[in-house]
């Protein structure tokens, strides 16, 4: 509840329950936050949500959600926050995404989203964080899509699907601040593209080919605060590197 005593958020996470049950949250139109996940979402949950004008975040983890599910939303301008890792969206759902005004970050790991999908998303100037984990149909092709998102600051895209040349589209994204690329096929030569984003603070490389060579291209990037450097090529060469990133307090090299 708020200061007034009024219900603004929602928290039904592994928590079953039935459409009849939560029917009540129609009489409460101040919430800003609901959170659920798990098989009890379906077609008709979402004929109570759309009856919530003011709700901001919304999490739909693990679920059958899809481009059907998201069109019964359409009149919630106010939402800023999407969860949907696990759930059954596809890149027809992306293009009922971008026609939320006020969105700004959409987190689908684990899900079908592709390329196509993420051409959907370029109309989307307000997203500032976007969640691709283990989205495996996301190539370099789709990454070109996101250069046009002038404030989209933390980027995670894992899969054999990207490669140096998606880096080449990631070091035109200036805003932005979080990266995290595991299990892409990136490597030292890709390094020198996203040298010049001046606002990055935190990166993942986990699990790619990366070793000292890349590492040093990187010194350029004063404001780099954490790196996860996990089952990468890097030897103890490269902590002489990162040793002149003033700003680093988080470095994780385990294996």
Known sequence: RDK??????VNMISKPFTNDQIDVLKNFPSIK????DGPSINLETFDILKELPLLEKLELSVSATNAECLKKLEDLQNLTFLQLKRTSVTDDSMAVLAKFPKLQQIRV???KIGDEGLQHLKSLKTLTALDLTDCNRVSDAGLAYLVA????????VWGQGVTNEGLKSIGQMKSL?????????????GMQAINTLEKLKEVSFGRTAISDFGIMQLTGSTGMKKMVLRDTNITDEALKFIGQLK????LDISE
């Open 33 to 36: 936050e609901v959170l659920m």
């Open 247 to 250: 700003n680093i307090e988080d």
């Open 177 to 189: 601040e979080v990266l995290g690329m595991n299990d892409t096929r990136i490597d030292d030569e």
């Open 109 to 111: 790991g684990q899900t």
């Open 149 to 156: 998102l002038p404030k989209l600051k933390m980027l995670k």
């Open 4 to 9: 007034e005593g009024r219900v603004v958020s």
